[in-house]
Structure formats: structure tokens, C-alpha cells
């Protein structure tokens, strides 16, 4: 059993319209969810099927951190896949605990209309979530590399043009390696 602790506000985004979502996340990963709507409680518990095919639910304990952290469920479903991945981080590892300079970091990571998080999204091919504190990635192995580095780079304070300029170098080097394998 895996247990995961949501935000209260998320619990209705984890079960979705009639429990669709949540059985969703059931049928794919192979699991049982149950929720504690009242504090926020998650306990993952494979299902007999899942167990003998060794799957221990951990795609569908980041599914739910992927929705507790502001992703739709379905981008969050992405973590199905065995090659997709989750990371959280922390803005005040990098902000402090300051509200003031939180929101602010926050702010330049969406930047103006959201096109610092877009760009971010789009050269990375990523997908991206800033919900309160966190700064959550889905994203493949190579993929969650460029993105996590430029939300770093954001958070030490590096210029936009420092960071886009990273990601464009890093899109070219990434389509260049993918022709070589060709």
C-alpha cells in the first residue's frame, strides 16, 4: 500500500464526475483508490491482478501527485506510460519562505499571459503545473532534463533570454540526436 496526501481542493479533480476519473486510474494501473475526501487522504492499494503482474502502483501514486499538483487528469494520465515521469519542486528551496518573494518567483515562472511556462512547455516537450508552492513535470527522461533545468535556471534568477536560449540549444541538440538514430 502507498499513501499520498492531497490538498483538499484536488479531491474532486482526483475523482472527477461520477468517480470517472478514479476508476480511470483503477483500470489503468490495476490498483484500488481510496479516498478520504474529508483530510485529504489517498491509500493506494494494488489489486490482486496488479500484484501478480508486480505492478505496486507507483505510476498510479504519481498519477495522483500529478492531480494533487494542479495537472488535469488527463495529462496526469500520461504516468501511465513506463517511460513518463513525475518531479516536484519546491519554489521555496530556491525563494525562501517569504510570501512576497514566492509569489514573485511564481509569477516569473508563468510569466506574462503564461508564456515562460508555454515556451518551457513547448521547447521541452514537457508538460508543466505551478500550484502553490510546487512546481510539478511530466515529461520523458530526456524531455524532464531540459525542463527541470530551465525552471531551476528560473528559480536561481537566471534571465528569460538565458533560459530560452538554453532550451532552444537544447531542442536542437535533442533533434539532432534523434535524426542519428535514425
Known sequence: MLYVKIPK???????????????????????????????????????????????????????VKAIARGFSPEKAMKLVAEDMYLEIIDIRDFAGKDRKHIARVRARLIGTDGKTRNTIEEFSESDLSIYGNTVA??????????AKRAVEMLLEGSEHTAVYRFLENKRRYLKFREMAME
Do not use: F, W
Open 137 to 146: 513535470i511530466i515529461a520523458d527522461l530526456l524531455s524532464m532534463d531540459a
Open 9 to 63: 481542493d484536488r479531491v474532486g479533480a482526483l475523482i472527477g464526475h461520477d468517480g470517472y476519473v478514479k476508476r480511470q486510474i483503477e483500470k489503468a494501473c490495476m490498483v484500488e483508490l481510496k479516498i478520504d475526501s474529508a483530510v485529504g487522504e489517498v491509500t493506494v492499494i494494488p489489486s490482486e491482478a496488479g500484484a501478480k503482474e508486480g505492478m505496486v502502483g507507483l505510476n498510479a501514486r504519481d498519477i
